[in-house]
């Protein structure tokens, strides 16, 4: 189909954001049949309007943080829930990593001899500089807002797969499940989980209690939640309830509540 008026382009570029989060300018200027400056226009457009941010290559959602941003953000904590989960993992074994900014720093942390699964772009690049390792790169349809790659072929490739260990990201927690603002990651996320002998979810306190677009499952697809310690004990309590496992990361020590 060919959106050659603006306000049917626009509204196919907010009905795709709203479904993926994401829009690169020059695919929706090859689908559309137009130029990636009318695009950028329309995207300018809905940006004055405050129904989408401009962002490198394309257009997010408002709300949504470029990668970036989302990585120096609470970078404290998001360096100890990573080490606090890496206690966690087996000294070797098979572990799928997710896609995220709380997730990365885990490539460098997994045990000598384990064999990484990931369809993160962060991940499998500093998996690719250690030699004491296996990588398992899974590809798809490349997401510049995640850095990671998605679509059917990502999830077809994780349900095919056995993993001793799924650690996943999410974008909120709260007591009726784990959330992401995208559709695409929501299906590999589920596949990811379902490959798991164990699912571990990694969510700073920020979101605890936030809410997100997406529903990725029930608070028990999880084995087990690693935040830290600016978690509301109220969410903590609920998530207790349901049999998930939590364990409070800070400095000197891991806490397991």
């Known amino acids: 189909m060919r959106y050659t008026e603006a306000p049917a382009r626009r509204a196919e570029i907010l009905r795709r954001l709203e479904e993926t989060g994401y829009v690169s300018s020059g695919q929706l200027a090859a689908e559309f049949g137009v130029s990636e400056m009318t695009i950028r226009r329309d995207v300018r457009q809905l940006q004055l309007e405050g129904r989408a941010r401009r962002v490198t290559g394309g257009a997010t959602l408002v709300g949504s943080i470029p990668f970036d941003e989302r990585t120096r953000s609470g970078a404290r904590e998001k360096r100890e829930i990573a080490a606090a989960c890496a206690a966690l993992l087996p000294p070797s074994g098979t572990v799928a990593l997710d896609a995220g900014t709380t997730v990365a720093p885990l490539a460098d942390l997994v045990g000598p001899g384990s064999t990484v699964v990931s369809h993160s772009a962060p991940v499998i690049s500093a998996c690719t500089a250690r030699d004491d390792i296996e990588l398992i790169g899974v590809g798809g349809v490349y997401q510049r807002d995640t850095r990671s790659f998605a679509g059917p072929g990502a999830a077809s490739a994780f349900e095919s797969l056995s993993v001793d260990v799924a650690v996943l990201s999410v974008t909120a927690v709260d007591a009726a499940g784990l959330m992401c603002a995208n559709m695409l990651d929501a299906e590999v996320k589920k596949r990811m989980a379902g490959s798991a002998e164990t699912v571990i979810v990694l969510a700073d ?20 939640l690693v935040t830290d310690a600016g978690a509301s004990p109220e969410l903590l309590s609920a998530v207790r309830d349901t049999g998930v496992r939590v364990v409070i990361a800070d400095d000197e020590e891991s806490v397991v509540v």
């Open 205 to 224: 306190h920020t979101k605890l209690a936030r809410r997100a677009s997406i529903r990725i499952g029930p608070l028990a697809l999880a084995d087990v």
